[in-house]
């Protein structure tokens, strides 16, 4: 089994870009599908991208998804960042038993 | 659209048992699988384990071997999550949601159900 390691918190002003990463303990990232959700209070998780770096339809194209094995990482790029961004967000991938894995979440202020 | 609705909030003992539904609408349930996953008050999200909608195959998370049941009523495209043995750390909000088996995407999510465990 590995674990996905993401920042516990990051901030950036409104108009920037930033990024939050996620990187696998063990095995290569590659290797198996990332999805990213965003978290508001109070709500269930939505998807902003699924399978690495696919937007579903309704996401800004502001978000977008990577994977980079030299740092066995995902990321997570939101540019124009907007107070409407602020949110938890989590990225969610698999092991070689079909178990689904999350990340620690990332905790997003836009101030 | 595609929805998941959930059974309302819950109040357990300790040691009782827990189980919340998940109504599908919208696509063809048989061809995705069910999820469920937990959040404990501020904290992350927990995977339970998954079923199958087509041929009932579960995989659960290891922490809850033998302590939860997954099944699904095809008849009423319901999925049903049982916990037994309730404690107060199962205190959480319990999300369902619908798993593309390919990718093990999870998407959309029910609107969550909160469970409260307290003597």
């Known amino acids: 089994n590995f674990m996905l390691t993401q920042p516990h918190s990051v901030s950036e002003s409104p108009g920037k870009t930033l990024t939050i990463s996620c990187t696998r303990s063990s095995g290569s990232i590659v290797s198996n599908y990332v999805q990213w959700y965003q978290q508001r209070p109070g709500s269930a998780p939505t998807t902003v991208i699924y399978?690495?770096?696919?937007?579903p339809s309704g996401v800004p194209d502001r978000f977008s998804g990577s994977i980079d094995s030299s740092s066995n990482s995902a990321s997570l790029t939101i540019s124009g960042l907007k107070t409407e961004d602020e949110a938890d967000y989590y990225c969610q991938s698999y092991d070689s038993t079909n178990h689904v894995v999350f990340g620690g979440g990332t905790k997003l202020t836009v101030l | 659209q595609v929805q998941l609705v959930q059974s309302g909030a819950e109040v357990k003992k300790p040691g009782a048992s827990l189980k919340v539904s998940c109504k599908a609408s919208?696509?063809?349930?048989?061809?995705?699988?069910i999820s469920w996953v937990r959040q404990a008050p501020g904290q992350g999200l927990e995977w339970l384990g998954w079923i199958s909608a087509y041929n009932g195959n579960r995989n659960y998370a290891q922490k809850f071997q033998g302590r939860v049941t997954m099944t699904t009523d095809t008849s009423t495209n319901t999925a049903y999550m049982e916990l037994k043995s309730l404690r107060s750390d199962d205190t959480a909000v319990y999300f369902c949601a619908r798993h593309k088996g390919s990718s093990h995407w999870l998407d959309p999510w029910g609107q969550g159900t909160q469970v409260t465990v307290s003597s």
């Open positions: 399978e690495d770096n696919q937007r």
């Open positions: 919208g696509y063809t349930f048989t061809s995705f699988a």
